[in-house]
C-alpha cells in the first residue's frame, strides 16, 4: 500500500513537501509519481520519477515542484515550493509495484489547500 503525508494548507508563496511511502512485500518499485485533482477538473500528471531517477514534471510545476525518491525507504518526495492558488488540490501518489507480478498502487490522497 501507499501511504501519503504533508498536505496542509498554506499561503500563496508557500513551500509544503508531500511524502509517500510504499509498504508491503516489495520486490521492486518502478516508477513514482504524483497526480493531483482539483475540484471540477480532472486528474492530472504532477511528477514523475523512474527507479534510476529520471524525472518528468509538468509545465505548470516546472522550476517550481521536485520530485525525488528514496528507494532504500520505498519512499517518494514531492517538493512544492512558490505554491500558487492554482496549485490546490487532492495529491495521489502512484507506483509500479513489482512484487510476484506488476502492480499500479495509488494512495488514498492528501489534501493541499493554497490561500491568496
Known amino acids: 500500500q501507499l501511504v501519503e503525508s504533508g498536505g496542509g494548507l498554506v499561503q500563496s508563496g508557500g513551500s509544503l513537501t508531500l511524502s509517500c511511502a510504499a509498504s508491503?512485500?516489495?520486490?521492486?518499485?518502478?516508477?513514482m509519481g504524483w497526480y493531483r485533482q482539483a475540484p471540477g477538473k480532472q486528474r492530472e500528471l504532477v511528477a514523475v520519477i523512474t527507479s534510476g531517477a529520471r524525472t518528468n514534471v509538468a509545465d505548470s510545476v516546472k522550476g517550481r515542484f521536485t520530485i525525488s525518491r528514496d528507494n532504500a525507504k520505498n519512499t517518494v518526495y514531492l517538493q512544492m515550493n512558490s505554491l500558487k492558488p492554482e496549485d490546490t488540490a487532492v495529491y495521489y501518489c502512484?507506483?509500479?509495484?513489482?512484487?510476484?507480478?506488476?502492480?499500479?498502487?495509488w494512495g488514498q490522497g492528501t489534501q493541499v489547500t493554497i490561500s491568496s
Open positions: 508491503g512485500s516489495i520486490f521492486r518499485i518502478n516508477a
Open positions: 502512484n507506483a509500479e509495484v513489482v512484487t510476484t507480478r506488476v502492480y499500479d498502487y
